[in-house]
């Protein structure tokens, strides 16, 4: 199989399910407990907590691990908008992640005043409308690093720079799931009060997410409970997972300017292969800048769909859009807000590629590609 | 042969998958995503539910052949339920499951055969299609009751001949025992009966929130004339309607008639309810000849065959029959054989 859908989730890096194992077995305890066992699990958790603190440019403190990027995002938006501040609304843009836009429709629904700003034809949030819809009444925008579906990436610095100044009291969140990889971290530099990230799209276990938490910023929980996470986060500790997110954070840290360089060129190497043989075929994200592993492209014709049979049972793994329960793909929302019809949308795959692409099957899963277009036009 | 098996999560085409994969096919498996409700939900009730994908997936894992979901939601609202509310907004009684067939999974999935790289279409109708004489003859199934060649009667040797029906030569006691001894989830499953948009309510029901324009008030007349009362909408209404009329009249009453131009709908006796003829339209046969003469005709999925003439775009009943109406499709058959079928289009009494 050629795995081009790392976007969705990529394979765990070496090291990261060997370094979690000892806490899924021997050392089992519970890290609140007061025994031997328990320490050593506690000990463990605090050390993935620093190690991971340290790889984005935080304090300690300021991490609560979660069980994922949806958790994450539910705990950025819902804890910002329902905390003790009397601010309650929610800016967001229409190319979110459903994680955020379901969460604050679910605001709006219990009456909380939201904005979800558009996005123009290459994916790009408008900055001066954005800006002009945060207003005294908001307490969280929220804007996603690296999209998902295209690999946009949104100026997430100058966002919050231009924010900060309209309304200095708005928190900044910003869904980082897909950026860990290839782009630079550092939360003081983006200027976010919540930043959500998961190890499972950058070589990490699923079900092991964190949301970066600024210091002092006013957050009610989601998960009510025991209290762990400083009472940001109740439920015991997945120990394993906290440690295979340090590790998978540590190593994909050591290689992301490799990935930013080699990934890039394997992903422009397929790009420019298959649009050369298929000179119709449109990237739907072609001036804006654009993560170094994710294609979006329309092929005229062809719905999305059948490729993507045709592709699996060619060996090829991609996908499009999201998938809803029954595992049908849907019409993507993230191109019908920058401007594709329904129609265009279910003509649009993405290609995604990850850290242990290589070369030679990129240019082997692009021979394919371009064999199925002709075919199935 | 490369083999598409339209599973829809029952045990029809779970066997039907599973005999074409013990023949020794390439099988490949499709469940066609068709209707969500307003908000994307799935319906829970039907042929098309998240649990039946997931059933259908399940035993494509087991007989470990690809498996995949297609979303053809857009085609359904238009060509289906778009159709279905027309149809009773015009006083026609439409059947969605014959015309999800005919514009849906048959049109596109025999249309789309070779993008997924298939020869065959395969589906768990419970009809024989056998080649003979160089041309493809659809027979009823050998599960007599459970006959569904009345739904496929559509069906050209365009299609026909690209279509195979494996557990239409078995009994449903046979289909479920195979899938029994082969382990199966599905072997006990119940059959849908409802209309997968319409779901365990009243159509009514389904009408008055999908398309609340359709129902317009009008008169409820005796067929003499006399006023009776009024009604909602004709929408409510089909040709031999007894219950629910709206009216006591003292004796049992019947729709006999809709008349959709002026929103009227005609209550009449039960001897007003025969009709002596019907026009056709939308024809179509099996073995690409017309067929003139007589034949045994079937309008209702679950009716019986009664002895007709077809003339043309006519047909006569050899008796008067009861509840025939505009929309329902009248199937012809020479014994088991399935000579063609139409839409009626209009009732002669």
Known sequence: ????????????????????????????????????????????????????????????REIVFTSGGTESDNLAIKGASLSSIPRRGVVTVATEHEAVLETTDFLRRLGVPTSVVGVDREGQVDLPS?????????????????????????????????IEEHEPDVLIHSDAVQAFSSAEIEVDDLGVDLLTITA????????????YVREGTPLEPVLHGGGQELGRRSGTHDVASAVGLATAMEAALADRSRFRSQVAQIRDDFEKRVLTAVPDAVVNTPETPRSSHHLNVRFPGVRNETLLMRLDRAGVAASAGSACQSGASEVSHVLEAMGLSPGEARESVRFSFGWNSTADEAMDAATIVIDLIEELR | ????????????????AALMREAGHDVLGVTLKLWSG???????????TVSDAEDARRVAAQLDIPYYVLDYTDEFRDGVVHRFVRDYGSGRTPNPCIECNRTVKFDRLLNGLADFDSEVLVTGHHARN?????????????????????????????????????????TKTAVRSIAAEMGLRTADKPESMDICFVGKRDYRGFLRDAAPEVFEPGPLVASDGTELGS????????????????????????????????????????????????????????????FSGQVMAQYR??????????????????????????????????????????LISETFV
């Open chain 2, 231 to 290: 009604h909602d909408g004709i929408v409510g209404f089909t040709v031999g309607q007894r219950r629910g009329l709206g009216v006591a009249l003292g004796e049992p009453r019947f729709v006999v008639r809709i008349d959709s131009g002026s929103s009227t709908v005609v209550l009449g006796r039960r001897d007003e309810l025969a009709v002596a003829a019907v026009g056709l339209d939308q024809l179509t046969w099996t073995e690409g000849a017309p």
């Open chain 1, 130 to 162: 954005l800006v002009d819809t945060v207003d005294a009444n908001t307490a969280v925008v929220s804007v996603m690093y690296l999209n998902n579906e295209t690999g946009v990436i949104q100026d997430i610095a100058g966002i919050a720079s231009a």
């Open chain 1, 1 to 60: 199989m050629i795995y081009l859908d790392h976007a969705a989730t990529t394979p765990m890096r070496p090291g990261v399910w060997e370094a979690m194992r000892p806490y899924a077995d021997d050392v089992f305890g519970n890290s609140s407990g007061v025994h031997e066992v328990s320490r050593r699990a506690k000990n463990a958790l605090e050390e993935a907590r620093e190690r991971i603190a340290m790889a984005i440019g935080a304090g300690p």
């Open chain 2, 301 to 342: 999925a679950h009716g019986e065959p009664v002895p007709a003439t077809l003339h043309d775009d006519r047909l006569l009943f050899a008796e008067p029959q009861e509840a025939v109406a505009p929309g329902q499709t009248v199937a012809f058959y020479d014994g088991d054989r399935v000579l063609g079928g139409g």
């Open chain 1, 200 to 211: 499972h799209k950058f070589g990490g276990p699923k079900g092991a997410g964190l949301l």
């Open chain 2, 38 to 48: 307003p908000n994307g939900e799935a319906p829970t009730a039907g042929c098309c």
């Open chain 2, 1 to 16: 042969m490369r083999a598409l098996v339209a599973m829809s999560g029952g045990v029809d085409s779970s066997v039907a």
């Open chain 2, 130 to 170: 056998r080649h003979v004489d160089g041309s493809w003859r659809l027979h009823r199934g050998e599960d007599r009751a459970k006959d569904q060649s009345y739904v496929l009667s559509m069906l050209t040797q365009a299609e026909l001949s690209r279509i195979r029906l494996p557990v239409g030569e078995l």
